[in-house]
């Protein structure tokens, strides 16, 4: 039987890819277990300086296993699906948003087909998001299945696109494509299908020069502003830059600066 997922490493950069292209990569439990230990991986190999998320087949992930949902129903010994679904969320969904959003690299998903469900939580999960052309976002829950969204969508979307049209497309169940995901901001990026690959390894290569602390620090940064006003926000930045600016990446940068040269950052801690 092939794995759920696909993890490999090279020069400093993992790629993990979900390996259930067949089926549309459903969050399996099995596949979800995968991520997690590749994501662990990552956390202990000092080595690796970004990660890539992406995914095999024609579809990036299609959220829930429906099939499998209506198996479990079936088995009253498991408990309600509700419960089931709920325990799998505690075990394996949260923990896999809440662990790619803390790692200590960068993470670059490239979305090669329709995210669907709590595959959109799980693309938005990552720092930065590309998408080829053909891909799309979804939400089904509330139209189709009388549910919520969940793997953290309902947290990121309005942040990335605001209140309006978070909400529109969770009630209306309508499919963003991927262009309009990129003019909305709700990703970095819409490329051609054929670019998708290379353009993900060329952003996890400039992403993996950066000062590893910094970006820890920036994401920080950032999720502080959303509860600061801006006079915190403002001591809050002159706090971290004071020390920043008294650490080994600051002074090398200021020398590459005077010497005219791209700067070289010490990899992990």
């Excluded at 053909?134 to 919520?148: D, H, K, Q, T």
């Excluded at 502003?225 to 403002?234: A, G, K």
């Amino acid at each position: 039987m092939k794995p759920a997922v696909l993890f490999e490493s090279r020069e400093g950069i993992a790629t993990l890819t979900l390996n259930e292209g067949d089926r549309l990569n459903p969050l399996r439990p099995e596949l979800q277990q995968g991520a997690l230990d590749a994501l662990r991986r990552v956390r202990e190999d000092r080595s690796i300086r970004a990660l890539i998320l992406t995914a095999a087949g024609r579809a990036f992930c299609v959220g829930a296993d429906l099939n499998d949902f209506s198996e479990r129903a079936k088995d009253a010994s498991r408990g309600s699906l509700g419960t089931q679904v709920g325990q799998m969320l505690d075990e394996t969904g949260n923990p896999l948003v809440a662990e790619l959003r803390s790692l200590p690299v960068p993470v670059v998903c490239a979305v090669n087909g329709v995210a669907a469900g709590g595959g959109v939580g799980l693309a938005l999960a990552a720092d930065l998001v590309i998408a080829a052309r053909s891909a799309y976002f979804y939400l089904p829950f509330v139209p189709a299945l009388g549910a919520v969204p969940d793997m953290g969508a309902s947290w990121a979307l309005p942040r990335a696109v605001g209140r309006a049209r978070a909400l529109g497309l969770a009630l209306l169940g309508d499919k963003l494509d991927a262009p309009r995901a990129a003019d909305w901001g709700l990703i970095w990026a819409c490329v051609d299908d054929a670019a998708l690959a290379p353009q993900a390894w060329a952003l996890a290569r400039r992403l993996a020069a950066l000062p590893a602390h910094a970006i820890a620090e920036t994401r920080a940064l950032f999720a502080a502003s959303e509860r600061n006003h801006l006079v915190q926000q403002l001591a809050l930045e002159r706090e971290r830059q004071a020390e920043l600016i008294d650490g080994e990446s600051f002074a090398e940068g200021m020398r590459a600066f005077i010497e005219r040269r791209p700067p070289v950052f010490r990899g992990r801690d």
